[in-house]
């Protein structure tokens, strides 16, 4: 019997070990397609109610003189956070996953389907809200963002490592909010370096429009970036 657990176990790691590279290889698919469109990518990762639709929503409008951007976002069900981030302007699909709780390389690779993409310059896809299981799942993107509102805790980045470990960069949502729920920002800051150390982090408030100057040069030096290396000899 003992023996038989043991096969059922593997059985279950030899599946879920190829469905994640069967994913790879699509998110690698992508990846060839955005940068042959010279599409700067940026994949928005939090828990539920961090603040990425609102962030999202103020950060393309604040970017729209320099790049456009067009915006996939996933959730379990309504069309609710596609309404909102259409308030930017920017084109934008909604991808409702049902029971998943991530995107896949696959649903991103149908979305794009129904989006134009002439003229766009920026992707930014808002994942299904989770702290664990999207971190598994690449989607092509250039960039992992990790939202942390001031109001979750400053040990979430210790709770939950590989989320915060694949982060590029780390945006510390709601610090308008900072003083009323007692945020403590030396202790958040020394837990997320911990986790990333190689992470941008930059604090933000969509309400009030802190940091999102910063943020917008980021976005807007990334894109230069990516160019220059797509266009340079290999
Ligand atoms: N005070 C404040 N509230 C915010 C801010 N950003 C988002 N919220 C609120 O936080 C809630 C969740 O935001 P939402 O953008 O839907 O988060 P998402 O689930 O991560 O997409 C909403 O009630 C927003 O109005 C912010 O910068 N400051
Ligand atoms: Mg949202």
Request: charged fraction near 25%; include cysteine; charge should be neutral.
């Amino acid at each position: 019997v003992e023996h038989e657990a043991a096969a059922g176990e593997r059985r279950i790691v030899e599946v879920r070990r190829a469905i994640l590279d069967k994913n790879d290889r699509l998110a690698e698919r992508n990846r060839g397609f955005f940068e042959a469109r010279g599409l700067l990518v940026l994949n928005f990762l939090s828990s539920p109610g961090s603040g990425k639709t609102t962030f999202i929503r103020e950060a393309v409008r604040a970017l729209q003189p320099k790049l456009k951007a067009g915006v996939i976002v996933g959730d379990l069900a309504t069309d609710n956070d596609a309404q909102r981030l259409r308030e930017s302007g920017a084109p934008v699909v909604q991808i409702t996953t049902g029971t998943v709780c991530h995107l896949e390389a696959e649903m991103v690779n149908r979305a794009l389907k129904q989006i134009d993409l002439n003229g766009l310059n920026l992707l930014i896809i808002e994942n299904v809200g989770n702290l664990v299981c999207p971190a598994s799942y690449d989607l092509g993107e250039d960039l992992r963002v990790v939202l942390l509102s001031v109001t979750e805790g400053e040990d979430k980045p210790l709770k939950y490592p590989p989320m915060f470990q694949s982060a590029d960069a780390v945006i510390i949502s709601k610090m308008d909010l900072a003083d009323a729920c007692g945020y403590n920002r030396e202790l958040a800051l020394a837990n997320i370096r911990r986790v990333a150390p190689k992470a941008q982090i930059f604090e933000t408030s969509a309400k009030t429009g802190q940091g999102m100057g910063a943020w917008c040069d980021f976005v807007m030096r990334q894109h230069q970036d990516g160019l220059a290396r797509d266009l340079s000899p290999r």
